[in-house]
C-alpha cells in the first residue's frame, strides 16, 4: 500500500521573544504565576513584517532543504492556520507564489490548535487517493494578531510561530513497520464553541475580533478528548504507550500535557514538551515541537512518534507516524 513518509521538516520564528516579566507592567501578573500554571516562560511574537505567510513560507523552505527538495517538487500545500493574512485567498495560495509554485494548488485548513493533525491527515488522503505525490503540510500562526492585551487570562498564553513537514508517497507492506502515517483519529463537538472561540468574524461582526477563553472548561475537557482519540489508535494499530517512542502533543499547557500522559500510561521522558520556549501556537505547536525533537535528535528514522491537539471548536485528534 502506499504510505505517506515525511522527507523533511523545518520550523520559522519571529525574531522577537518575549518572557513572562514583560507582562508584568502590562496585565496584574507574574512570571512565576504564569510558569506555575502554565509551563510557559517565554514566546515569540511576530513584528509588522512577519505575517502568517512570511513565517510559513520560512518553515516551508526548511523542511524542504531537510529532505533535499525544491518547490519543483511539491504538489499540493495544506497550510493549517486560525490567522490567515486575508480572509481570502488562502494564505496557502500566497505562500505557494512566495516559493515560486507556478503548478499544483494550495488550501487552508481550520481547525485551531488541532489544524495541523488535521492537515497531516488530510495530506495523507490526498497522497493515498493519488491525487498529489509530495505534499507540504504547514502550520503557521500569528496568535498575536488577535489577544486582547489586557486580557491576562489569555494574552500570556499565546505565540507566533510556524513549522512544516513535507510529506513523500511511498510503496510499503501495508504493516505497522511501515514508515509513515499509521492511523489517524478525529473528532469535533460544535457544542462547546463558546468555550475558547474569537468574538469576531467577516459574517457576524465585520471585524477580526479577539481570542475568549474559558480556560477552567478547556482544561476540564482537554484531559478526556485527548485520551479518546489516541486510545482510538492504539486501538486501530495494536500499539500501546509501552511501544511508543514519542509522544508530542498540542503545546498548549504543561499540566494539559502531563495530565494526558499519566492517563494514556506515557513515560514523562518520551513526551516532547516546548511550551516553555513557545507558549500556544495553535495549528504551529505541534510541528514546531516535532522540529525541536527531530533537529536535537531525540525523534529518529523508525521511532514510532504520536502527534495530538485540542483546539477551539471543539476540535480534537490524533495521528500516529513513524519516522
Known amino acids: 500500500m502506499i504510505r505517506s513518509v515525511v522527507r523533511g521538516i523545518g520550523s520559522a520564528l519571529p525574531r522577537r521573544i518575549m518572557k513572562n516579566a514583560d507582562f508584568e507592567g502590562m496585565v496584574e501578573t507574574s512570571d512565576e504565576w504564569i510558569a506555575q500554571r502554565t509551563g510557559i516562560r517565554q514566546r515569540h511574537i511576530a513584528a509588522d513584517d512577519e505575517t502568517t505567510a512570511s513565517l510559513g513560507e520560512a518553515a516551508a523552505r526548511a523542511a524542504l532543504d531537510n529532505a533535499g527538495l525544491t518547490p519543483d517538487d511539491i504538489d499540493?500545500?495544506?497550510?493549517?492556520?486560525?490567522?490567515?493574512?486575508?480572509?481570502?485567498?488562502?494564505?496557502?495560495?500566497?505562500?505557494?507564489?512566495?516559493?515560486?509554485?507556478?503548478?499544483?494548488?494550495?488550501?487552508?485548513?481550520?481547525?485551531?490548535?488541532?489544524?495541523?493533525?488535521?492537515?497531516?491527515?488530510?495530506?495523507?488522503?490526498?497522497?493515498?487517493?493519488?491525487?498529489?505525490?509530495?505534499?507540504?503540510?504547514?502550520?503557521?500562526?500569528?496568535?498575536?494578531?488577535?489577544?486582547?492585551?489586557?486580557?491576562?487570562?489569555?494574552?500570556?498564553?499565546?505565540?507566533?510561530?510556524?513549522?512544516?513537514?513535507?510529506?513523500?508517497?511511498?510503496?510499503?507492506?501495508?504493516?505497522?513497520?511501515?514508515?509513515?502515517?499509521?492511523?489517524?483519529?478525529?473528532?469535533?463537538?460544535?457544542?462547546?464553541?463558546?468555550?475558547?472561540?474569537?468574538?469576531?468574524?467577516?459574517?457576524?461582526?465585520?471585524?477580526?475580533?479577539?481570542?475568549?477563553?474559558?480556560?477552567?472548561?478547556?482544561?476540564?475537557?482537554?484531559?478526556?478528548?485527548i485520551t479518546d482519540v489516541i486510545e482510538d489508535v492504539f486501538a486501530q494499530t495494536g500499539v500501546s504507550a509501552d511501544t511508543l517512542d514519542w509522544f508530542v502533543p498540542h503545546q498548549a499547557n504543561k499540566r494539559i500535557i502531563d495530565a494526558s500522559a499519566k492517563k494514556l500510561g506515557i513515560a514523562e521522558d518520551k513526551a516532547v514538551v516546548t511550551v516553555h520556549l513557545h507558549g500556544n501556537t495553535s495549528a504551529a505547536s505541534v510541528p514546531l515541537a516535532l522540529s525541536a525533537a527531530a533537529a536535537d535528535g531525540r525523534i529518529k528514522k523508525g521511532d514510532l512518534v504520536m502527534l495530538e491537539a485540542m483546539g477551539g471548536g471543539f476540535t480534537w485528534g490524533a495521528v500516529l507516524v513513524r519516522w
Request: proline share 2%; charged share 20%; glycine share 12%.
Open 76 to 225: 499540493l500545500i495544506v497550510l493549517a492556520t486560525s490567522t490567515p493574512n486575508n480572509t481570502f485567498p488562502a494564505t496557502a495560495v500566497e505562500i505557494q507564489n512566495r516559493l515560486g509554485m507556478r503548478h499544483g494548488f494550495a488550501f487552508d485548513m481550520q481547525a485551531v490548535c488541532s489544524g495541523f493533525v488535521y492537515a497531516v491527515t488530510t495530506a495523507d488522503l490526498y497522497i493515498k487517493g493519488g491525487l498529489a505525490r509530495r505534499v507540504l503540510v504547514i502550520g503557521s500562526e500569528t496568535f498575536s494578531r488577535i489577544l486582547d492585551w489586557t486580557d491576562r487570562s489569555t494574552c500570556v498564553l499565546f505565540g507566533d510561530g510556524a513549522g512544516a513537514l513535507v510529506l513523500e508517497a511511498e510503496e510499503s507492506a501495508g504493516t505497522i513497520a511501515d514508515r509513515g502515517v499509521l492511523a489517524a483519529s478525529l473528532r469535533s463537538d460544535g457544542t462547546h464553541k463558546d468555550k475558547l472561540y474569537v468574538d469576531g468574524g467577516p459574517s457576524t461582526t465585520g471585524t477580526v475580533g479577539h481570542l475568549k477563553m474559558e480556560g477552567r472548561e478547556v482544561f476540564k475537557h482537554a484531559v478526556g478528548m
